[in-house]
């Protein structure tokens, strides 16, 4: 969940007016007035540990603001409602990551994202909804070709297995930490 070094100073969140729903879920676009949302999300230990890895410290609203901010420069950020109540955020965005775009270099590459801060909202299905309407935005509208999911923990079945439910393969599995591993998972049109 980092942004590239050339995005971490951008000043707003770059937004958009794409809306996706599908029964009680609904995409909307992340704003400026989203801060409070967001927020105790990205000081949450427990959410942490799944979507940034163990023992990542909560973040500070400066520090909340940059990642969002950098991302969202090459992405569409959304936020997910379920039933009209904000519970996690997610985004559709241009691939990275050198060694993933070497491998398809003629290729429209994304990679997506997704974190359901409100932990009583796991496995509800939400996350499998609304990875579902990225995945159509994305080959329907965006004219992307291959997708990412990246940096899965090897801890993290429940992302894994939403991912693999929509039809992402496991690609790789590597680990800086030799303890543990994290996976990239591809999906093509
Ligand atoms: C990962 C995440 C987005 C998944 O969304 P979700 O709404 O909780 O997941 P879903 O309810 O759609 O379930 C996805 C699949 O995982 C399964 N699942 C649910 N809980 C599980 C668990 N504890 N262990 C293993 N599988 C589980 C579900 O059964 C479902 O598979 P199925 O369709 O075969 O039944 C969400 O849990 C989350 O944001 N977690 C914290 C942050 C995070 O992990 N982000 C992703 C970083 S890569």
């Given at each position: 969940m980092t942004p590239s070094d050339d995005t971490?100073?951008?000043?707003r969140i770059r937004e958009h007016s794409v809306a996706l729903s599908e029964g009680a879920v609904a995409l909307r676009p992340m704003t400026e007035g989203d801060w409070a949302i967001l927020l105790p999300w990205s000081q949450d230990v427990d959410v942490l540990h799944f979507s940034?890895?163990?023992?990542v410290p909560p973040r500070s609203l400066d520090e909340t603001q940059g990642i969002y901010r950098g991302v969202s420069q090459d992405a569409y950020c959304f936020i997910i409602e379920w039933a009209g109540r904000a519970v996690g955020e997610c985004w559709l965005q241009r691939l990275n990551l050198d060694w993933l775009r070497d491998l398809h270099p003629a290729k429209d590459c994304r990679r997506i994202d997704i974190t359901i801060?409100?932990?009583?909202?796991?496995?509800?299905g939400v996350g499998t909804i609304a990875v579902r309407l990225l995945v159509g935005f994305a080959f329907?509208?965006?004219?992307?070709?291959v997708l990412f999911a990246c940096d899965?923990?090897?801890?993290n079945p429940r992302s894994r297995r939403m991912f693999e439910c929509l039809g992402f393969e496991l690609l790789e599995e590597r680990g800086a930490d030799p303890s543990r591993s994290y996976l990239t998972l591809r999906k093509y049109i």
């Amino acid at each position: 969940m980092t942004p590239s070094d050339d995005t971490r100073s951008a000043p707003r969140i770059r937004e958009h007016s794409v809306a996706l729903s599908e029964g009680a879920v609904a995409l909307r676009p992340m704003t400026e007035g989203d801060w409070a949302i967001l927020l105790p999300w990205s000081q949450d230990v427990d959410v942490l540990h799944f979507s940034d890895g163990p023992g990542v410290p909560p973040r500070s609203l400066d520090e909340t603001q940059g990642i969002y901010r950098g991302v969202s420069q090459d992405a569409y950020c959304f936020i997910i409602e379920w039933a009209g109540r904000a519970v996690g955020e997610c985004w559709l965005q241009r691939l990275n990551l050198d060694w993933l775009r070497d491998l398809h270099p003629a290729k429209d590459c994304r990679r997506i994202d997704i974190t359901i801060g409100e932990k009583e909202c796991w496995g509800k299905g939400v996350g499998t909804i609304a990875v579902r309407l990225l995945v159509g935005f994305a080959f329907a509208s965006e004219g992307a070709d291959v997708l990412f999911a990246c940096d899965v923990a090897d801890y993290n079945p429940r992302s894994r297995r939403m991912f693999e439910c929509l039809g992402f393969e496991l690609l790789e599995e590597r680990g800086a930490d030799p303890s543990r591993s994290y996976l990239t998972l591809r999906k093509y049109i």
